[in-house]
């Protein structure tokens, strides 16, 4: 990737009038948090089938472990990495208006970003399917799985989508509505595979705005979307556009 393209791509962050950014699992890689897809993939070791709602209420305690295997064990000990500090700091700087991210990580918010639309929810809070109760995830142990609920007994469902849930309209709607006002959308560590979250970038690229894109291969939107592909970890390419847009 030249310089060129960083140079050109921190300009056109430099003078947005309202700058976003769609985040996926590749930003949070560098956090040693695994990505779903390419090689040690989440799908490449689990079945996608079984975190669809339908088959979790089916067999919770089939898929309660997996879920803590994957979601909740390593979420423990993960950090944000200078990609997600670098949004913060963008943010803080008033050159980033907000994160809408598919990631259920809280690490942007961790990060010290505020604007951030979580639009597949989040490992933070559980739901009971009964009584239809929110509990912290702190609060809920995991040693007794499925974990009931401490109201009704009822089986707790994580708050972050499974396939097959539709998006919460309220987060949907915020989502959306950021994407309409922004001139500039910075994408990082996603190919926007998963529907309707991948649209997001589409409604500022289709209202004349311009896409920067850090990723580490290239991706659907390289090609068709992006103005500036910026090719390298989130950790190191991110920093290095921001320090440049915020010069
Ligand atoms: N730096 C930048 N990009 C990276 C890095 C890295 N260090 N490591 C991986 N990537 C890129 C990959 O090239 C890929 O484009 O991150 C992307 C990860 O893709 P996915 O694993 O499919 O993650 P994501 O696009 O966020 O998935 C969307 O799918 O399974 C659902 O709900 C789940 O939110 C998830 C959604």
């Not at 699992?25 to 390419?38: D, K, L, M, N, Y």
């Not at 970003?113 to 702190?138: I, L, P």
């Not at 009704?152 to 994580?158: D, F, S, V, Y």
Request: with cysteine; charged share 20%; proline share 7%.
């Amino acid at each position: 990737m030249s310089n060129h393209a960083l140079e050109n791509a921190s300009q056109a962050l430099k003078n947005a009038r309202c700058a976003m950014a769609f985040t996926g699992a590749g930003i949070s890689v560098e956090s040693g948090i695994p990505p779903f897809r390419g090689p040690g993939g989440v799908w490449s070791k689990y079945d996608p089938e079984k975190f669809e709602k339908g088959y979790f209420k089916r067999h919770p305690d089939e898929v309660w472990p997996l879920l803590k295997e994957i979601f909740f064990d390593m979420l423990e000990k993960a950090k944000p990495n200078p990609a997600h500090i670098a949004l913060a700091q963008l943010e803080s700087e008033g050159k980033l208006a907000g994160v809408v991210t598919q990631n259920i990580d809280s690490l942007h918010k961790e990060a010290g970003s505020s604007v951030v639309h979580e639009y597949h929810g989040s490992t933070r809070r559980m739901q009971c399917m009964s009584c239809r109760t929110f509990f912290d995830s702190h609060s809920i142990p995991l040693d007794k799985l499925p974990p009931a609920c401490p109201a009704c007994g009822g089986l707790l469902k994580p708050d972050f989508i499974f396939f097959g849930e539709g998006i919460p309209t309220d987060v949907h709607r915020a989502a959306t509505d950021l994407a309409k006002q922004s001139d500039v959308c910075l994408i990082v560590g996603t190919g926007g595979q998963v529907m309707p979250a991948g649209r997001i970038p589409y409604i500022v690229k289709n209202r004349g705005g311009t896409i920067i894109e850090i990723n580490l291969h290239d991706t659907d939107y390289s090609y068709t979307t992006s103005d500036y592909f910026l090719q390298g970890k989130a950790g190191d390419m991110t920093p290095r556009l921001a320090r440049l847009a915020m010069a």
